[in-house]
């Protein structure tokens, strides 16, 4: 499974929370991600969640990447296409998003993925940032959103 998620890049966007980091690390690790990429993080998560996740990604073998803002990540690490996951919030619908998605990585691109740490939605200048895409239609904690996505991606790519 690695080699198919070799080009996707999950992002943790605006976070202020260790568990919501290590959460995320946890899961991003599970479906054998490459590369975790972690923007804005603040407070306990960037003193006390940022080592922590990089103790559990070392022993998973994936790297993680800590970013100022999420424009780092398409200036930084050059994606082809970035996905914000939303719920409750207008977006492409997860069905028509996934296809797309697969496609890309299979061609070799890199994509990422994002979720917002915090219980906010995107920003409208972090939105112009990508496609927002709808997983859900009630609010959801981001963790699960990013799960739905990788589970259903992952689902094309086998």
Same mark, same amino acid.
């Given at each position: 499974?690695?080699e198919?998620?070799?080009?996707?890049?999950?992002?943790?966007?605006?976070?202020?929370?260790?568990h919501?980091?290590?959460?995320?690390?946890r899961?991003?690790?599970?479906?054998?991600?490459?590369?975790?990429?972690?923007?804005r993080?603040?407070?306990?998560?960037?003193?006390?969640? *940022?080592? @922590?996740?990089?103790?559990?990604? =070392? /022993?998973? &073998?994936?790297? %993680?990447? !800590?970013?100022?803002?999420?424009? #780092?990540v398409?200036?930084?690490?050059?994606?082809?296409k970035?996905?914000?996951?939303?719920?409750e919030?207008?977006?492409?619908?997860?069905?028509? *998003?996934? @296809?797309?998605?697969?496609?890309? =990585? /299979?061609? &070799?691109?890199? %994509?990422? !993925?994002?979720?917002?740490g915090? #219980?906010?939605?995107?920003?409208?200048?972090?939105?112009?940032?990508?496609?927002?895409?709808?997983?859900?239609?009630?609010?959801?904690?981001?963790?699960?959103?990013?799960?739905?996505?990788?589970?259903?991606?992952?689902?094309?790519?086998?």
């Open positions: 499974m690695r198919l998620f070799k080009g996707l890049l999950p992002v943790l966007h605006n976070v202020a929370s260790v919501r980091v290590l959460e995320f690390v899961l991003c690790t599970s479906f054998n991600c490459n590369s975790i990429i972690i923007t993080p603040t407070g306990a998560a960037a003193q006390q969640g *940022i080592p @922590e996740a990089f103790k559990i990604a =070392l /022993k998973e &073998g994936t790297s %993680i990447v !800590v970013l100022g803002e999420l424009k #780092d398409l200036d930084v690490v050059k994606i082809e970035l996905y914000l996951l939303t719920a919030e207008e977006g492409e619908p997860l069905e028509n *998003i996934i @296809e797309e998605a697969a496609d890309l =990585l /299979k061609s &070799g691109n890199k %994509i990422g !993925v994002a979720v917002q915090q #219980d906010l939605p995107f920003l409208p200048r972090e939105k112009q940032l990508g496609t927002c895409v709808k997983v859900l239609e009630k609010r959801t904690p981001a963790t699960s959103l990013c799960t739905i996505f990788l589970w259903e991606l992952s689902k094309k790519l086998t």
